[in-house]
């Protein structure tokens, strides 16, 4: 068909490597310091999609029902600032969740293409074991983000 939509894929960045990621507590923030999205990053792309890996072992232990990772954007203005930091009292800028499955092994998940801040970003991920869980996410993780938009 002509004029079909047509995602196009910018260049993947890795925002955590697996070598530089620590562990994350229960309900602990963790920035994603390896990378960040700036705006000469396939400028104009106005949507990402998200990569989660957790490191072979994945947990402490197994996560329990519930058990989530969510994403955060600290968007970067036009002048090149980046505040505030995401943390506790300051959780705005969602970006996705990942709904996690209650075993103690290497999950890998991918969102779909959701709405990136087009001037660039740092990221930060969320881990809340569900329930009464304790469980962190073993050190070794990675997050990467693709660039993407639609064209025809």
Not at 45 to 58: D, H, K, Q, R
Request: with cysteine; aromatic share 10%; glycine share 10%.
């Amino acid at each position: 068909m002509a004029n079909e939509a047509i995602l196009t894929l910018g260049t993947e960045l890795i925002l955590e490597t697996t070598a530089s990621s620590g562990s994350i507590s229960d309900a602990a923030f963790s920035e994603c310091d390896s990378d960040d999205r700036q705006s000469t990053d396939d400028a104009g792309y106005p949507l990402g999609i998200f990569e989660f890996s957790t490191e072979t072992t994945g947990f402490s232990a197994a996560p329990t029902a519930g058990a989530a990772i969510h994403i955060y954007e600290q968007k970067i203005n036009s002048d090149g600032n980046d505040a505030p930091d995401v943390d506790s009292s300051y959780e705005n800028d969602y970006v996705y969740t990942f709904n996690v499955d209650p075993a103690d092994a290497q999950q890998h998940f991918t969102s779909p293409p959701v709405p990136i801040n087009r001037g660039g970003g740092k990221y930060w991920v969320k881990w809340v074991d569900g329930g009464a869980g304790t469980a962190s996410v073993d050190a070794g993780w990675e997050l990467r983000l693709t660039p993407v938009t639609y064209g025809t």
